[in-house]
């Protein structure tokens, strides 16, 4: 049954993508993000959804009677310039054909990050993406919330299979990234019963969080607490939630969770926590020896272990897993050239939100903007903070929230242009 409900969404929505390419990016996100077909068992599971709302979005953006508006800003010049990069330390990767088939799924997820930039032409198609990516990824939380609750936190709440955030670590970053979207929706939702959900919502998706038993998750959602509380114009309600709800889910999880957290302070004790760092120093050691261009996609293999940290290999401590955090994963993967242009994406992102704010800090009009931009800011702080953990470089969610505030800086500088 939810196989066949899915492909009737699916091949429903393809017909209107055709004169609406919006539609597509909609439909893309939505499977990209939820992967719904992974829900069912049937003939759905591995059917090629994500292809083919790409291929149609892509036919449309040739053939819809609305050109297309390609623009400039230096947040686009720096993202072209990554994805030049990445295509170029992939020319000359260490392992070629792994290589070009990573590079293959990354650049399919970059292509139609551009098209998102073209297609969302307005406020309106820009919120309901940001519903869309929050229903998607929140579904997870929300399910994961009542799970803990019923299970008293005793298991890992787990991602969509067979996407970028199918783990417990990976799944607990992608919440804390669409926890502060609840919120910004919630400022901008008229109907009660609609806000009455966002704020239940964001209860689940904080004890979903907890229940994914992620450390990096854990530390991220701190500090994206803390900024939720400092960003948002009604700092009293933040406070007040923070203050009676941190104590009960703190002290409703198990005391596995709690020994599990408690490595924080002792990582050396650790052997996962170990682990990130030895997979951090082979990641730096092969950076070194390619400075430009690093190893290509997928060069964590067993005989780079060997070539750069054969101390790890004979010693029995090397784990071979990837490289555990979004920075060493592109300077291994990218070189430090790499991770400059990457750096400059998070300066970019960073300055663009900041440039909202300060736009419509004094307008009523425009005070959309200026709360999503700020929620934004508190999602890339958790992002920066669990992505030091957690090897999610390539994942959309980071490349669409600078696509979303590159969209709503070019609005509000239409609108200033208009009314001069």
Not at 136 to 145: E, N, P, T, V
Not at 345 to 366: C, G
Request: aromatic share 18%.
């Amino acid at each position: 049954m939810r196989d066949l409900l899915v492909f009737l969404i699916v091949f429903g929505i393809v017909p209107y993508i055709f004169k609406r390419p919006h539609f597509g990016v909609y439909l893309w996100s939505w499977i990209g993000y939820m992967n719904p077909h992974k829900l069912g068992w049937g003939f759905a599971f591995n059917f090629p959804f994500a292809l083919v709302a790409g291929l149609v979005t892509l036919v449309s953006c040739l053939i819809s009677s609305k050109k297309l508006k390609f623009f400039w800003s230096p947040a686009i010049g720096w993202l072209i310039a990554f994805n030049i990069w990445m295509l170029i330390s992939t020319i000359v990767a260490m392992y070629p054909e792994d290589a070009w088939s990573q590079w293959e799924k990354i650049f399919k997820i970059q292509l139609m990050t551009f098209v998102t930039l073209w297609a969302l032409t307005d406020r309106e198609k820009i919120h309901i993406f940001v519903w869309i990516i929050f229903i998607s990824i929140g579904f997870f939380g929300f399910k994961g919330g009542i799970f803990t609750l019923f299970t008293g936190g005793g298991y890992h709440v787990l991602g969509p299979r067979g996407g970028f955030i199918a783990g417990n670590t990976e799944i607990g970053l992608a919440l804390v990234m669409v926890m502060p979207l609840a919120w910004y929706l919630y400022l901008h939702s008229h109907n009660i019963w609609v806000r009455y959900g966002l704020l239940l919502s964001m209860a689940l998706i904080s004890i979903g969080i907890l229940g994914t038993q992620s450390r990096g998750a854990f530390l991220a959602i701190i500090a994206v607490s803390f900024f939720l509380w400092l960003k948002s114009s009604r700092k009293g309600i933040i406070f007040l939630a923070l203050i009676l709800l941190s104590p009960f889910f703190y002290m409703f999880m198990p005391q596995s969770w709690h020994d599990r957290m408690a490595t924080i302070g002792t990582y050396k004790e650790d052997e996962s926590a170990m682990a990130r760092l030895k997979s951090w120093e082979f990641g730096y050691k092969m950076a070194l020896d390619r400075p430009l261009t690093g190893g290509g996609f997928e060069s964590h293999t067993v005989e780079n272990y060997i070539r750069y940290v054969p101390h790890q290999v004979e010693s029995g401590e090397a784990t071979f897993h990837d490289y555990h955090s979004i920075y060493f994963e592109v300077l291994a993967e990218h070189g430090f050239v790499g991770l400059f242009i990457f750096l400059m994406l998070f300066l970019q992102y960073w300055r663009t939100a900041n440039k909202i704010i300060k736009v419509t800090k004094n307008s009523k009009q425009n005070k959309w903007a200026l709360d999503l931009a700020a929620m934004l800011q508190v999602s890339f702080v958790g992002y920066v903070v669990g992505g030091a953990f957690l090897g999610l470089a390539y994942f959309d969610l980071f490349y669409h929230y600078l696509v979303i505030l590159i969209l709503v800086l070019k609005l509000l500088e239409e609108s200033t242009e208009k009314q001069e």
